[in-house]
């Protein structure tokens, strides 16, 4: 679970070319302005999403590891492993639930946006992938060499949408075979009980692959890239300085400003300090478990492996 060549070429791009002085300057300069990416609702389902996703990906690693000593250690302090496995069922439900409700919330943006659904689904601020990712993916690998700009990103990236459609992946592919080995009676009135080690198989390995994506790819492109390290608290604050904003998403800013909406989302009042306070500690500790589940993942593989 390498980190990808890719991404090595994305940091030392950043390193070259990313200057952010408005940062520095933000933090003593109160006159900022702010603009809202994202509302409460949801970063709330956010933050639900990384707490039952963090405790799956514990209680699951350390169910599939149980042979390392972290594994162990780990077993111990939670209660042991029949108490991870009531976790990870708990996490699994609390999962399912942020996934339904978000589909709540996505219908009630479309309804609030008064487009039709062909619109609000493939429209600009759609996170449905479309030709322009594919052009931004290629601008973006010239980027990485030095042989183009970087592309003017708009609302979504495409690796914001990838991030977004790997959830759908998981829940599907992880969510069914993980139900199909928790209610193992219910699923083998239709298929033959040798699946239910299959889909063992298959939620293990596909479990290992998203815990190794999310705690490496998707905290680079989010939190490690050298503008935004050691965190990008937007998902929690659901500010962004709007010079950071402009620099950022260019496309998506000229698009505000042509419509008139730029207004009416910016702001000169940043969150509370003790909410950016908390948000810092919330946000250490899930990085700090998610490179500590990570480090021990690699070491179980490749030295204790059995």
């Known amino acids: 679970m390498a980190i990808p060549k890719k991404e090595i070429l994305r940091l030392n791009r950043s390193l070259l070319e990313a200057s952010y002085p408005h940062?520095?300057?933000?933090?003593?300069?109160?006159?900022?302005?702010?603009?809202?990416?994202?509302e409460v609702f949801a970063r709330l389902l956010h933050i639900t999403m990384i707490l039952?996703?963090?405790?799956?990906?514990?209680?699951?690693?350390?169910?599939?590891?149980?042979?390392a000593p972290w594994a162990v250690t780990v077993s111990g302090l939670l209660g042991g492993y029949e108490a991870m496995g009531i976790l990870h069922r708990v996490a699994a439900a609390v999962m399912f639930a942020d996934f339904g409700v978000h589909f709540i919330y996505v219908r009630r943006k479309w309804r609030e946006s008064?487009?039709?659904?062909r619109a609000y689904?493939?429209?600009?601020?759609?996170?449905?992938?479309?030709?322009?990712?594919?052009?931004?993916?290629?601008g973006t690998t010239k980027w990485f060499f030095g042989l183009g700009p970087q592309p003017a990103y708009g609302h979504w990236t495409?690796?914001?949408?990838f991030d977004y459609f790997a959830v759908f992946w998981g829940v599907g592919i992880i969510g069914l075979t993980g139900l199909t080995m928790w209610f193992p009676e219910f699923f083998t009135r239709w298929i033959p009980g040798h699946w239910i080690n299959i889909a063992n198989i298959i939620h293990s390995d596909e479990a290992l692959f998203a815990s190794g994506f999310i705690f490496t790819v998707h905290f680079f492109n989010t939190h490690f890239r050298p503008e935004k390290f050691p965190m990008d608290p937007v998902i929690f604050t659901g500010q962004v300085p709007l010079e950071e904003?402009?620099?950022?998403?260019?496309?998506?800013?000229?698009q505000l400003l042509k419509d008139g909406k730029l207004n009416e989302l910016l702001s000169n009042t940043p969150a509370p300090k003790w909410v950016r306070i908390l948000i810092r500690l919330f946000g250490f500790t899930a990085l700090t478990i998610g490179?500590?589940?990570?480090?021990?993942?690699?070491?179980?593989?490749?030295?204790?492996?059995k």
């Open 23 to 38: 940062l520095i300057a933000g933090k003593k300069d109160m006159s900022v302005m702010y603009i809202q990416r994202f």
């Open 52 to 67: 039952s996703f963090l405790t799956l990906a514990i209680t699951g690693m350390s169910l599939k590891f149980s042979y």
């Open 114 to 117: 008064g487009k039709s659904l």
């Open 121 to 138: 689904v493939f429209g600009r601020e759609s996170i449905i992938p479309n030709l322009n990712d594919l052009k931004e993916l290629i």
């Open 158 to 161: 495409y690796w914001e949408k």
């Open 245 to 254: 904003f402009k620099h950022e998403r260019p496309h998506e800013y000229e």
């Open 291 to 305: 490179i500590s589940l990570i480090v021990g993942i690699i070491y179980a593989m490749v030295f204790v492996y």
